[in-house]
């Protein structure tokens, strides 16, 4: 698989096992579920220009992802995050969708949050800040699709 330096991906997959994961043998994998101290050291130390994240996000709080992305940043790193969970897809500017093995939707984020239809057929919805902003576009409250909650909610306040 070819990643292009200076973005971040996110790899949504239905069925992450050594097999799948073997794609990605190229670049250093975190497995661990490491708590967010434990993950910060383990990244200060990285020399590697991309790194691959394996459900590592899993047990951290947005804020902390948050810092991590930042923290990656500042390091020139950039990242791939594979995951089952949609939500984390918001941290990236591009997403990869695999079916079991077959690759099914990748580009942009924004498009591909667009094709709700093929997400849902194999197993993935919208994240809940992608969704609550195009329900709310359908009542005229909104007029864009927010993909940051903080965004959604100061566009609600105004």
Do not use: C
């Not at 239905?14 to 967010?36: S, V």
């Not at 991309?50 to 990656?72: D, G, P, R, T």
């Not at 791939?80 to 695999?98: A, K, P, R």
């Not at 849902?120 to 409250?141: A, E, H, T």
């Amino acid at each position: 698989m070819n990643f292009e330096n200076g973005n971040n991906y996110t790899v949504l997959s239905n069925n992450i096992n050594q097999k799948f994961l073997g794609k990605f043998n190229e670049y250093p994998i975190i497995n661990d579920n490491l708590d967010y101290e434990q993950l910060q050291k383990k990244l200060e130390f990285h020399t590697s220009k991309m790194i691959v994240f394996n459900n590592s996000f899993y047990n951290l709080k947005y804020n902390e992802i948050l810092n991590i992305v930042a923290l990656l940043k500042k390091q020139n790193m950039n990242f791939i995050n594979i995951t089952s969970d949609v939500e984390e897809s918001l941290f990236t500017d591009n997403i990869i969708v695999f079916d079991e093995d077959n690759l099914v939707l990748h580009g942009k984020k924004e498009d591909v949050l667009k094709e709700e239809k093929n997400l849902k057929r194999i197993g993935f919805g919208l994240p809940f800040v992608v969704d609550l902003s195009l329900q709310l576009n359908y009542y005229d409250v909104l007029n864009q699709v927010y993909y940051d909650l903080d965004s959604l909610v100061g566009a609600l306040w105004n």
